[in-house]
């Protein structure tokens, strides 16, 4: 069972940035894509980016398109969100998550094509 530990959220100004790291803790980690995600008090859970078990694929919520780019280091079974340009509106829980299917020819943005999710991070952007 894949178990995956965020860390590097906490509190940034309006239009500053944070980095968001992933660990999975087993070596099959490379055959799957991750996705964050991410929940705000009051609302449900929401997709924010999403990128393929190579690396050579991204994909990304509108909202936070331009602004966040999601990576890959599966030597370090890690997976990265960088968050640039951060506004009020990205307040939440971020949560990695890792694809129930290796090798998805298709990026998944729904929380049901994941079974496995992190504890979560608290990111707070104060205006």
């Known amino acids: 069972q894949v178990q995956l530990v965020e860390s590097g959220g906490g509190l940034v100004q309006t239009g500053g940035s944070l980095r968001l790291s992933c660990a999975a803790s087993e070596h099959s980690f490379r055959n799957f894509a991750m996705g964050w995600f991410r929940q705000a008090p009051g609302k449900e859970r929401e997709f924010v980016a999403a990128?393929?078990?190579?690396?050579?694929?991204?994909y990304y919520a509108d909202s936070v398109k331009g602004r966040f780019s999601i990576s890959r280091d599966n030597a370090l079974h890690t997976v990265y969100l960088q968050m640039s340009s951060l506004k009020p509106e990205d307040t939440a829980v971020y949560s990695c998550?890792?694809?129930?299917?290796?090798?998805?020819?298709?990026?998944?943005?729904?929380?049901?094509?994941?079974?496995?999710w992190g504890q979560g991070t608290q990111v707070t952007v104060s205006s």
């Open positions: 990128i393929n078990w190579s690396g050579g694929r991204t």
């Open positions: 998550a890792a694809d129930s299917l290796p090798y998805r020819s298709t990026l998944a943005t729904g929380t049901a094509d994941y079974n496995y």
